[in-house]
C-alpha cells in the first residue's frame, strides 16, 4: 500500500497533532507550510520546527494575496472578537491550500492529504465544515488525472469533529511537541490571550487538565 | 447589479475570447495571470499586453509547484503527443487557479469568475470539463463566507462546448486582438506548429476560414 502523505502545516497545535496521527498511521509525510503574508508569520517558524521534530520533509509556499480581504492579512485592519465569521476569515483559504496539496499529491503519486480543520472549538470558518470538504473531494476526483484514472485522492479530516480538549489529550499521546506549536494571531513576541486563536488553546489546555507549555 | 468578474487571464486565445466575452457582458473585468514556472512564460506577457489591451487591471500572481509532474514545468521532459491525457497535464492547475479567483473575488465583492475552459477541441484536461466546474462551484460555496451568507461566487465558462473554430468566430466578432495572444507550449521564439496547443490554434483559424496574425 502506498503510504505517503501531503499534510498541511500551520504551526498551530490542531496541524501538529495531525501530522502526528498521520505518522502514528504509519504515513511517510511531506509537510506543506505556507508563507501567505500572515501577521502571525511566527508560525512558519513553528511549523519548520515541529515538520524537523517529526522528521518530516517540508517545504514552505510563498503565496501572495494581493486582495487581503482579511484581518490576518491587511495590518491596518483590527482582529475583532464578534460574534459570526470573524475578521481574521481568510476569503477561500483552505481551498488554496487544498488545492497546492491536490497538486503536489497527484505529482509526487501520494493518495493522501491530512488537514487539521475542525468545527467544535473554532473560529466559524466556512472552510472547516465538513460538507465542505465532501464537496472539495468530489471537485477534486473530477478535476484531476487520477480521478480520471477512476483512482482518487482521500482528504483526511481526523480532528473534525474533536474539541480541542480532546485534540491536546490525543496529541499528548503521541507526543506533539506542543512547546513547538504557536496559535496566536497578533504576530506579537508572546501570546496575546485575547483572540479566539488564544482563547480556544486556553480553553483546551484547561478542560484537558494540562498545562500549555507557552504559557 | 454588481458587475465586477475575475477572468483568469493565461495568454492564450480562449482566455482571451473570454475576457472579451466577459467586457462584452457589461462586467469590469480584473485579470488574473499565473507566472507559475511554465516552460511557455512568454504567455505571460502576451496576458498581460490583452488586459491592457482591453483596458482591464490585473495582478500576476507568482506561484510554486516544486513538485512539479508536468512536462511543462520540467523542462527535461519531453512534450509528448499520445493519446489519453498529454504529458503537459499540470496537477490541478485549474483547481489552484480557481481557488485563487475565488479568494479575489470574495475580498473584491465581485460574484463572477471567467474561465476560458472548453471541452471540444481540446487536450482532454480533466479540469476543463463541465462537471468539474459544477462540483468545484459547490465546494465554492460552502467553503466561503458569502457561501454561508446565502449568496455565492458563480463560476462562468462561456466556451466550455465551443470548438475552437466557433470560439475564433465569436472572438472576431468581439475585437479580440489574436495577435497579442501566444498559445504555444515550447516556449520558442515562434510557435512551434507541432504541440497540441499549436495544432489545435491552426485547425480552429483553419476552419473559421480566417488567417491566424501569429503566423
Same mark, same amino acid.
Given at each position: 500500500?502506498?503510504?505517503?502523505? =501531503? =499534510? !498541511?502545516?500551520?504551526?498551530g497545535l490542531d496541524?501538529a497533532t495531525t501530522?502526528y496521527f498521520?505518522?502514528? @498511521? /504509519?504515513?511517510?509525510?511531506?509537510?506543506?507550510? *505556507?508563507? +501567505? /503574508?500572515? $501577521?502571525?508569520? $511566527?508560525?512558519?517558524? %513553528?511549523?519548520?520546527?515541529?515538520?524537523? %521534530?517529526? @522528521?518530516?520533509? +517540508?517545504?514552505?509556499?510563498?503565496?501572495?494575496?494581493?486582495?487581503? /480581504?482579511? %484581518?490576518?492579512?491587511? #495590518?491596518?485592519?483590527?482582529?475583532?472578537?464578534?460574534?459570526?465569521?470573524?475578521?481574521? +476569515? =481568510?476569503?477561500?483559504?483552505?481551498?488554496? *491550500?487544498?488545492? #497546492?496539496?491536490?497538486?503536489?499529491?497527484?505529482?509526487?503519486?501520494? @493518495?493522501?492529504?491530512?488537514?487539521g480543520?475542525n468545527?467544535v472549538d473554532y %473560529? /466559524?470558518?466556512?472552510?472547516? $465544515?465538513?460538507?465542505?470538504?465532501?464537496?472539495?473531494?468530489?471537485?477534486?476526483?473530477?478535476?484531476?488525472?487520477?480521478?480520471?484514472?477512476?483512482?482518487?485522492?482521500?482528504?483526511?479530516?481526523?480532528l473534525?469533529n474533536k474539541t480541542k480538549s480532546d485534540i491536546i489529550k490525543l496529541g499528548k499521546k503521541l507526543d506533539v511537541p506542543y512547546q !513547538?506549536t504557536?496559535s496566536?494571531?497578533?504576530?506579537?513576541?508572546?501570546p496575546?490571550?485575547?483572540?479566539?486563536s488564544c482563547r480556544f488553546r486556553a480553553k483546551g489546555f484547561k478542560e484537558a487538565g494540562l498545562r500549555d507549555p507557552l504559557c
Amino acid at each position: 500500500m502506498n503510504k505517503k502523505a =501531503v =499534510v !498541511l502545516l500551520s504551526g498551530g497545535l490542531d496541524s501538529a497533532t495531525t501530522l502526528y496521527f498521520a505518522k502514528g @498511521k /504509519g504515513y511517510s509525510c511531506y509537510c506543506l507550510i *505556507f508563507d +501567505y /503574508g500572515q $501577521r502571525h508569520s $511566527r508560525e512558519i517558524q %513553528s511549523a519548520k520546527r515541529i515538520a524537523q %521534530s517529526a @522528521k518530516c520533509k +517540508y517545504e514552505i509556499i510563498k503565496i501572495n494575496l494581493p486582495w487581503k /480581504g482579511s %484581518s490576518l492579512l491587511d #495590518f491596518k485592519k483590527a482582529i475583532r472578537h464578534s460574534s459570526g465569521i470573524p475578521s481574521t +476569515y =481568510v476569503p477561500a483559504r483552505n481551498i488554496i *491550500f487544498l488545492s #497546492f496539496a491536490l497538486s503536489c499529491a497527484e505529482a509526487m503519486r501520494s @493518495k493522501a492529504i491530512f488537514i487539521g480543520a475542525n468545527t467544535v472549538d473554532y %473560529s /466559524g470558518y466556512p472552510d472547516c $465544515r465538513p460538507e465542505f470538504y465532501a464537496a472539495f473531494s468530489k471537485a477534486a476526483k473530477l478535476g484531476t488525472k487520477i480521478g480520471v484514472n477512476k483512482s482518487a485522492i482521500e482528504i483526511f479530516t481526523p480532528l473534525i469533529n474533536k474539541t480541542k480538549s480532546d485534540i491536546i489529550k490525543l496529541g499528548k499521546k503521541l507526543d506533539v511537541p506542543y512547546q !513547538l506549536t504557536w496559535s496566536c494571531y497578533a504576530g506579537k513576541g508572546s501570546p496575546c490571550g485575547k483572540c479566539d486563536s488564544c482563547r480556544f488553546r486556553a480553553k483546551g489546555f484547561k478542560e484537558a487538565g494540562l498545562r500549555d507549555p507557552l504559557c
